[in-house]
Structure formats: structure tokens, C-alpha cells
């Protein structure tokens, strides 16, 4: 509670934040054929790169990224790798964490944006308001709030993409993208995907909303897949699966790694029948298939292995969309947590939630 109230009252202070902390976008004398920070651009095709696949295809695509960038920016965007540097994400606006590693859509003209994004695209899911679709909704959703009265703290150019370490099908990389209420960390060893987490997932506004004339969704499915799992219980396991006090935040968010309970607590979804276990393996799925989606298969697997060792708890309501509900899948890798929280810029609730893996996050080093 006490960090949620803090959250708030900074949120309130954002204005100032903002206006003393103004900066030049970086622009090198050479980008003057395009203005920086239009962040509407759509990700490129690299056609260079299309006969590729997999993990070459990612490789080849990150080379074309950085071979966008001056050379001033490619030591920005490009870093050595350590988890030190990977540990630095937050769901806060940058206007008020100001520590992430990397260079912002705002500072990027719309070339390199779109070849940012096709990166992120090549390292994200296919299903239907999942992985790029889902990132393309959670850019709207700030740009939505920068016009709701947010501000310039608000808004998809303050969204900050790094490398760390060199893109390769032999050695230690991630794809590190975020800003407010997102964080994508995938870490790669030896031509393989070795961690997607930790996985940050917010929202405001809550639910549908439209913008520029298009309908977002960004967290309905996983709103609607916890519920429909919470829903899925009797009676007698939902006071099994009843976690006692309030729950206001997530236990595992920003800089509170490895903050797992020794104990897992609720209903066991090995005691469910098969019927209520696959709504526990469709909440799963939300987050999962964020990533591309042979990669997306295999974490899948390893979690319906391990899925009757994996507990389910709740906190609040089970609709998922009153302040203090609360939810979380506790297992032997996977945890997932949901907690809808007070609106901030809006008057409306909003969730916050957080993939993490428990031998996976940051490719488990």
C-alpha cells in the first residue's frame, strides 16, 4: 500500500518532473532528413532478412536495427551485457524513473523506429491481441492517456529499446523494451531463447477504449481468462483458493526479484478436474504467447507439465475489475500475478500484472 501511495502522490508531482527535466532528443547532425519523435511509424518488412528464420531471422534483423543508428546511438542502444543492466525496468512513466537502459522511440526518427519495431515484432507472438498486437494496444493506451491530461510524461515516445550484449546464434543477448505498464526482457544463449521474464503487463484504460478511430483491448483476454478460471471453481475451492487480507500490488514487480513466498498458497490445480485445469493453462497462455510463437510452445509445455504442482489464489472479487482484486498462478516455474489497482490518470481502476519465471528470469542468470 505504501508504495502504491507513493506512486500516486509522485504521479501528482509529474508535471514539474517533467517541465524541469526537459532535454534535447539527441539528434545527431546527420538525421536531419527526419525529424525525431514521431512514434507512428509501422515496423519495416526487411526483405534482406525474409529468407531467414528463427533465430537467424532475429539476428539479421537486430543487425539491421543498429546498422540504422549513428554511431553515438549504437553505443547507447547496444550494451554489454549483465544483469545489473537487465534488473533496470520499471512500470513507472520515465518522466519518473529515468533510469532505463537504451534510446526512446522520441529520440529515434521513424525510419529507425519502424526498424525498432520490427525487432520487437520478430521477437513477439501472432495470436489475435497477443505478443505485437497486445504491444501496439499498451503504445495506444499512453499515447491515449498523454491526450487524456497525462502530459508529455505520457505517450509511446518515452518507450526505451536496448541490446544488450551482440545479437548472435552462438553467445549471451536480450531484447530489452519498455516504458510505462510494459516490460519485454527475451534473453538468448547459444541460438536459443533461455528467458522471456520478467514480463510486465499494465494497462490505463481498462478495458476497451478507442483510439485514432481503432478499438483497443489489450488486457481483456487476460482479465476475462482469470475470471473465467476463478469462475470455474466450486465453492468449497474458492474458499481454499481465498487469500487472506487485502492485496493492493503485485509481490514480484520492479526491482522485487526473487520475492517468491516459500509456501505456495490456495488450491491445487492438480486436485481441479481437467476442465478447470485448462482455464488455469488459458490464463497461462495470455502471457506466454506474448512471445513468438515457437518459443511461446516449448515454455508451454514445461509448464502443463508442471501444471498439477501449480496453485491458484485470489484476493477481492472474481471479476477481475474492482479495486483489490487480485489474483495469482503460483507453480514450479511459472508465477503470474494480477492486481487491479486505483486509476491515476483516469477515475476508472486499471491492473497491473507481472510474468515471471522462476528458473527463466533474466535467461536465468
Known sequence: ?????????????????????????????????????????????????DSETGINQLV???????SQLSSSEQTTVQLSYSTTTAKKWSNFPESIYRNRPGLSFGEMTDTKVSYAKALIKAAAGTTSNEGW??????LNADDYLNAAGGGSGYGAGNYYIAILGTPSTTGLWEIMFGGHHFALANTYEGGVLVGATPSFRGIEPYGTFTYNSESNQPLNQERDAFSEMLEGLSSSELTTAKLSGTWNDLLCGPQSDDNFPSTASGVQVGTLTSAQQELVMAAIKTYVLDIADDDA?????????????????????????????????????????????????????????????????YGGN
Open 297 to 361: 510452445a516449448d515454455i508451454l509445455t514445461t509448464y502443463e507439465n508442471e501444471l498439477s504442482n501449480t496453485y491458484v489464489s485470489y484476493s477481492g472479487t472474481t471479476t477481475m475489475t474492482t479495486k483489490g482484486d487480485y489474483v495469482r498462478i503460483d507453480g514450479p516455474s511459472v508465477w503470474i500475478e494480477f492486481s487491479v489497482q486505483n486509476g491515476v490518470i483516469l477515475s476508472d481502476p486499471h491492473p497491473h500484472s507481472v510474468w515471471r519465471d522462476k528458473n527463466g528470469d
Open 1 to 49: 500500500m505504501k508504495r502504491f501511495f507513493n506512486y500516486v502522490v509522485i504521479m501528482l508531482m509529474c508535471p514539474m518532473l517533467v517541465l524541469s527535466c526537459s532535454s534535447d532528443n539527441g539528434t545527431s547532425s546527420s538525421e536531419t532528413e527526419e525529424e525525431t519523435g514521431s512514434t507512428t511509424a509501422d515496423p519495416i518488412d526487411i526483405t534482406t532478412c
Open 133 to 138: 498486437e497486445e504491444i501496439e494496444q499498451t
Open 60 to 66: 539479421c534483423i537486430a543487425e539491421a536495427f543498429l
